[in-house]
Nanobody
Framework: QVLLLESGGGLVQAGGSLNLSCTAS????????MGWFRQAPGKEREFVAA????????YYGESVKGRFTCSRDGTKSTVFLGMNNLKPEDTAIYHC??????????????????WGQGTQVTVSS
């Protein structure tokens, strides 16, 4: 059974930082892209960032470019999201997911087939 477990969420003041991690188990994710999405109350799930299987191709949603950093670990089963200069509008549940492919640009929910339960990030003003 595939399991994705996120950690690192919490409450932070605007301008602060948080680091999220997500570890996948129960499958072979070495050659799959892993990504992050977020969903705020009353809004659609939004693409945040993704890293290719090798970690060499990383891309971001427009709203987080220059503030967030996505990376993979050496085992390829963990993906990280470093978040700096957080804003109240970054408040959301952050979910990690594994893509159906390993290379390319996967920014739609339909590109991903396994999801974590999410971790809450709250940014106070």
């Amino acid at each position: 059974q595939v399991l994705l477990l996120e950690s690192g969420g919490g409450l932070v003041q605007a301008g602060g930082s948080l680091n999220l991690s997500c570890t996948a188990s129960g499958g072979d994710f070495a050659y799959k892209t892993m990504g992050w999405f977020r969903q705020a109350p009353g809004k659609e799930r939004e693409f945040v960032a993704a890293a290719s299987w090798s970690g060499s191709i990383i891309y971001y949603g427009e709203s987080v470019k220059g503030r967030f950093t996505c990376s993979r670990d050496g085992t390829k089963s963990t993906v990280f999201l470093g978040m700096n200069n957080l804003k109240p509008e970054d408040t959301a549940i952050y979910h990690c997911a594994t893509a159906r492919g390993g290379t390319g640009y996967f920014t739609s929910q339909g590109d991903y087939d396994h999801w974590g339960q999410g971790t809450q990030v709250t940014v106070s003003s």
